[in-house]
């Protein structure tokens, strides 16, 4: 009962503020580490496709940056039920720092995309299914992200924006399952739970690679987080003491 009561409290922008701050060198650390060692196994190391040449080598990124994109928004709508739920400051604030970097994910997708498509395909885009709803994730970004500008309440912001995030869920299972639903150009998947067609290095590669932006995606929310939260809270005497110590800080 006593661990619950103390999770519960970092639920406050005031005690989970410094929480945040003490994490985010370790997940920049980590972030680095994972990508060192996925770029040299799949740049390097995992061996030369028999069908798509060198070209192939984009997938350590592409493919990553696509599970993220995914992923990320999955988050940001747990966090908006949260907040819809139960009314909780922390949740639109975590909703808000994730987006910039899900729209990142999602853009990285498509563009790397691009790359591969046009040596692959023959051209930089099609109206595909699996692109198609992956071009409206990266809408749904930054729509959210304009909706929630867009109003001046921070709490009618978080309730409009975790509408349109909970509205926009469905797209998610569209995009992964696309290549199984409709006949496209896009290639099956290659990973999933059961087995791989990939040769180890190029697995251990590609998850390498996911964790490394899984790990700089938790970074820069944490980093955004802290500065939304003095955005927000700038009135209260947590964030007043804590612009004097920065201030503090910087004069010496």
Not at 81 to 93: E, H, K, Q, V
Request: aromatic share 14%; hydrophobic share 55%; with cysteine.
């Amino acid at each position: 009962m006593t661990d619950r009561l103390n999770l519960y409290r970092f639920a406050s922008p005031a005690t989970f503020y410094p929480l945040a701050g003490a994490m985010i060198p370790y997940f920049v650390a980590v972030s680095v580490v994972f990508g060192i060692a996925g770029l040299w196994l799949g740049m390097l190391v995992a061996p030369t496709d028999f069908q798509q040449g060198e070209g192939y080598r984009i997938i350590f990124i592409h493919v990553p940056a696509s599970w993220m994109s995914m992923f990320i928004y999955l988050i940001m709508a747990f966090w908006a039920a949260i907040g819809l739920a139960f009314n909780t400051r922390l949740s639109g604030m975590m909703a808000q720092a994730l987006a910039p970097t899900g729209a990142l994910m999602a853009f990285l997708s498509l563009w790397t995309g691009a790359l591969w498509g046009k040596p692959m395909w023959g051209t930089w885009w099609v109206w595909d299914a699996r692109l198609t709803s992956e071009l409206i994730l990266l809408f749904l970004y930054i729509g959210y992200m304009a909706l929630t500008a867009a109003i001046d309440d921070a709490r009618r912001a978080d309730k409009a924006g975790g509408l349109l995030l909970l509205v926009g869920v469905v797209n998610i299972p569209i995009i992964y399952f696309s290549v199984q639903w409709w006949n496209t150009l896009h290639q099956g998947s290659s990973v999933n739970l059961a087995k791989s067609s990939m040769a180890t290095t190029m697995l251990w590669g590609m998850l390498l690679m996911a964790m490394c932006f899984w790990m700089y995606s938790i970074a820069m929310a944490l980093m955004r987080v802290r500065t939304i939260m003095l955005e927000r809270e700038r009135h209260t005497d947590w964030v007043k003491a804590e612009l004097a110590h920065i201030v503090a800080g910087d004069e010496k």
